[in-house]
């Protein structure tokens, strides 16, 4: 079984910083592509940010110059910078991974969401 756990969301202040972590964990065969998602209320889910296994990086244009998304592939990690954040990036955001188990099954995973509120 494989879990994704967010942890870092908060209330910011227009203008500041938070750091979105996401822990992959369980029967972990190998990561392939990792990313970030989010989903305001009333909007669809987005796309946010990807990393690939090699570590090229892909943006959604509205957050391109003040995310950063980066993985740490010994733990099983993967991050978001966000500076800069503006009432509009207010959101769930979510982890997403697509992962192969020990058992050699193949599957996108979700983590369960972590608010990010940008408000003064």
């Known amino acids: 079984q494989v879990q994704l756990v967010e942890s870092g969301g908060g209330l910011v202040q227009p203008g500041g910083s938070l750091r979105l972590s996401c822990a992959a964990s369980?029967?972990?065969?190998?990561?392939?592509?990792m990313g970030w998602y989010r989903q305001a209320p009333g909007k669809e889910r987005e796309s946010v940010a990807a990393?690939?296994?090699?570590?090229?990086?892909d943006y959604a244009d509205s957050v391109k110059g003040r995310f950063t998304i980066s993985r740490d592939n010994a733990k099983n990690m993967v991050y978001l910078q966000m500076n800069s954040l503006k009432p509009e990036d207010t959101a769930a955001y979510f982890c997403?991974?697509?992962?192969?188990?020990?058992?050699?099954?193949?599957?996108?995973?979700w983590g369960q969401g972590i608010q990010v509120t940008v408000s003064s």
């Open positions: 997403n991974a697509d992962i192969m188990d020990t058992g050699a099954d193949y599957a996108d995973y």
């Open positions: 369980g029967s972990i065969f190998s990561i392939y592509g």
């Open positions: 990393i690939s296994s090699g570590g090229k990086t």
